[in-house]
């Protein structure tokens, strides 16, 4: 099952680029989870957004949510902050117990720096439906070099 959203994921990087794609992000979430953060910026108002991460106890874990731009909270001529939300999902390989899946929302604000550079704090609340349904949330902070 990991095998087959790793290929997703990088589908879905090769796709955006053979398509003309012209902003992305890639950098670094600390947090819970912590790890490598990658987005597609499709157009102003949504993108997508990939969290590759571990847990030092837990294993391996990846997210993806595809967000919408709320609204711009202030704009500048050096960048912008906007609140955005978007629905996803999620899997989890534990080390010492079944893997889990099930869906997440993200809830965060951006903050744009100069014209390469931008800032993340979001919140995810996640439902686990794989072994149990339960409830549970992460987020962090994240810094991405937008290229």
């Known amino acids: 099952m990991t095998k087959w959203i790793c290929a997703l994921f990088l589908l879905s990087i090769s796709s955006a680029?053979?398509?003309?794609?012209?902003?992305?992000?890639?950098?670094?979430?600390?947090?819970?989870?912590?790890?490598?953060?990658?987005?597609?910026?499709?157009?102003?108002?949504?993108?997508?957004?990939?969290?590759?991460?571990?847990?030092?106890?837990?294993?391996?874990?990846?997210?993806?949510?595809?967000?919408?731009?709320?609204?711009?909270?202030?704009?500048?001529?050096?960048?912008?902050?906007?609140?955005?939300?978007?629905?996803g999902g999620f899997l989890r390989s534990r080390a010492y117990s079944r893997s889990i899946f099930g869906f997440s929302g993200n809830i965060g604000v951006g903050w744009s720096i100069q014209e390469h550079f931008a800032v993340v704090f979001e919140v995810s609340p996640k439902v686990d439906f794989y072994p149990a349904t339960n409830l549970e949330a992460t987020g962090g902070i994240g810094v991405r070099y937008l290229f």
Not at 39 to 51: A, R
């Open 17 to 87: 680029y053979a398509a003309g794609q012209e902003r992305a992000g890639l950098g670094i979430a600390i947090g819970e989870p912590t790890g490598i953060t990658f987005q597609e910026l499709y157009t102003n108002s949504h993108s997508l957004d990939f969290l590759l991460a571990w847990r030092a106890w837990d294993g391996f874990f990846i997210q993806g949510n595809y967000d919408y731009k709320i609204k711009t909270i202030q704009q500048t001529n050096d960048g912008a902050v906007w609140l955005y939300a978007g629905p």
